[in-house]
Each structure stands twice: as structure tokens, then as C-alpha cells.
């Protein structure tokens, strides 16, 4: 669990050095308390067990756990405010999940540092009127909207998951400027990336990618970065396929008999496969 020389326990430690990430997820756990608490006052319980799912899923595990790697990796003040903070966070998710998964919660939380003999007799989660902040959430989403960028960018140009890239970031925004240099060791990080230069007069390079972020336009050189002609063969190809599958598609979907006779699910799948083609059609004809 990463907690080599690890102290203390999974009670918060309101004096740690934290990072932006560790606010951000704070934040995201206070908020998600607030609407799991509503939602079972409410008797929505589906509700809360999906924003206890989303939040430990897609944020605690798919940004914050990636976020602290390179921390965990270094001794010092950093490695003991993650160590805490992703304690923390996993025994309040822990404690909001106990009402509809107890086993599992109670075997888990019994091999974590803690106060109290049971998950069961301890207090459930409630919301911190000044535990969340607003400000830090915007800061990382945008950092997080950037990095998914960059990944998209380096997926649909097929290129090496582990090359590191270059990327430019134009913005007219002065704050949204400011905060994205602030925070660019996390971008460079889980991006994978060499040099990221930020700012208001960003020149597009010839043979370049690009994305459209909101108020950002996000540039990946890629002189050098891989073989034209190569990629251009396979885009092709790949072109061809999808509009194979679509023609077959089309076909079995204006079929009088295959719309009487399927179930609803198959029908709403073949619909949903048919868009997404249709969208990854699009994408790769931009490209060629």
C-alpha cells in the first residue's frame, strides 16, 4: 500500500505540506459526502451507491492515486502528506460504501492504521461546510482537461505511449495562463511529456496536431514524431473497415423484420456502435 515508515493514521493531518491535488480531492470527497448524505436522506440509494462509485473510481483511483506516484517515490514531507491524505480519503470512502457493500468494507478497513474496533460503530461521513473550495476543483479540472487532451491527441495519432512529446498551449487568459504554468510539473508528468510552453502567442507549427479545449488550444508538434506515409496507410485502412461495418450496419437496422423482431437492447446496441463508428469515421477523415 505504499505506507513504508508511514506513522500516523488515517485521521487527516491539517498541518501537512499539500499539493493541489491533495486539496482537489479533498474537496471531491467532501462534496461527494454532501450528496451521498442527500441522497439517502432522499432514499435515492441507487444514487448514492453510483457518486460513491463515480467518486472512488474516477477520481480517487483514475486521477488522485496517478497524481501521487511520483511523491510516494521521494522521502520527505510530499510522501508523508500523500501517504496521509490517500489514507484518509480511501477509509471516508471506505465508511461511505459500508452501508451497501459492509463485508468487504469491514475486511478492508480492518487492515488499515485506525481508531475503533469496527467500521460498523464508527461515525459516518458528514459534510465540512469549509472542506470544499471551489477554486481548486476549476484549477484541476483544468489541468485534467489539458492531460486527457494530450492523451487523446497521442491515441488517435497512434502514437508511442511511452514517447515523450512537446506541447503548446495557447490562451488569451491571463488567469487560466497563470494557472496552467503553476501546475505544469503535473501536466508534463502524467502526460508524458519533455517541454510544455504556455501562453497568449503560441505560432501552430506546420506539422503539428491540435485540439480544442474551451478557452485553450492545445498543440503537439510532430516533426519527427512518426512516419506519414505509414500512418497514412493505416487511417486508410482502418477507413475502410468502419465503412464496411457501417454499410452493414445500415443495412440490418432498415430491415423492417430486424426491427420487429429484435429486442429493444439489441437494437439500442447496434445504434450506439453505428454512432460511435460514425464518430470515429469523422476523427480519422479529419486527420487524413
Known amino acids: 500500500m505504499n505506507l513504508e515508515g508511514y506513522e500516523g493514521t488515517c485521521q487527516l493531518d491539517e498541518q501537512a505540506d499539500r499539493s493541489i491535488a491533495d486539496q482537489w480531492i479533498l474537496s471531491r470527497l467532501n462534496n461527494s459526502t454532501r450528496e451521498v ?10 444514487d448514492a451507491t453510483l457518486i460513491v462509485y463515480k467518486f472512488i473510481w474516477n477520481e480517487y483511483c483514475d486521477w488522485y492515486i496517478e497524481f501521487s506516484k511520483s511523491r510516494l517515490a521521494v522521502e520527505g514531507p510530499g510522501k ?4 496521509n491524505v490517500l489514507l484518509h480519503v480511501l477509509e471516508v470512502s471506505l465508511k461511505l460504501l459500508h452501508p451497501f457493500m459492509p463485508f468487504i468494507t469491514e475486511e478492508i478497513w480492518q487492515k488499515l492504521p485506525k481508531n ?12 465540512r461546510v469549509d472542506g470544499s473550495d471551489t477554486k481548486v476543483e476549476e484549477a484541476m479540472g483544468k489541468v485534467m482537461e489539458v492531460i486527457t487532451g494530450v492523451r487523446n491527441i497521442r491515441g488517435e495519432m497512434n502514437l508511442n505511449p511511452g514517447l515523450k512529446l512537446n506541447a503548446l498551449i495557447k490562451t488569451r ?3 487560466l495562463e497563470a494557472t496552467l504554468k503553476k501546475h505544469a510539473g503535473f501536466i508534463r508528468e502524467m502526460a508524458r511529456m519533455d517541454q510544455l510552453t504556455i501562453g497568449p502567442d503560441i505560432e501552430k507549427p506546420e506539422v503539428s496536431a491540435s485540439s480544442v479545449l474551451g478557452e485553450i488550444d492545445l498543440i503537439i508538434p510532430l516533426e519527427g514524431m512518426m512516419n506519414f ?11 475502410k473497415k468502419i465503412a464496411k461495418d457501417l454499410i452493414f450496419l445500415n443495412k440490418k437496422l432498415s430491415n423492417p423484420n430486424f426491427v420487429k423482431k429484435a429486442p429493444a437492447e439489441v437494437i439500442e446496441k447496434d445504434e450506439k456502435r453505428k454512432t460511435v463508428l460514425s464518430e470515429k469515421q469523422a476523427k480519422l477523415e479529419t486527420h487524413l
Not at 116 to 127: Q, T
Open 173 to 175: 487568459h491571463a488567469d
Open 116 to 127: 475503533g474496533d469496527s467500521i460498523v460503530v464508527s461515525a459516518f461521513p458528514e459534510f
Open 80 to 83: 508523508k502528506a500523500a501517504q
Open 37 to 46: 448524505n442527500q441522497a439517502l436522506e432522499d432514499f435515492k440509494f441507487n
Open 229 to 239: 506515409e505509414e500512418e497514412k496507410n493505416r487511417v486508410e485502412k482502418e477507413l
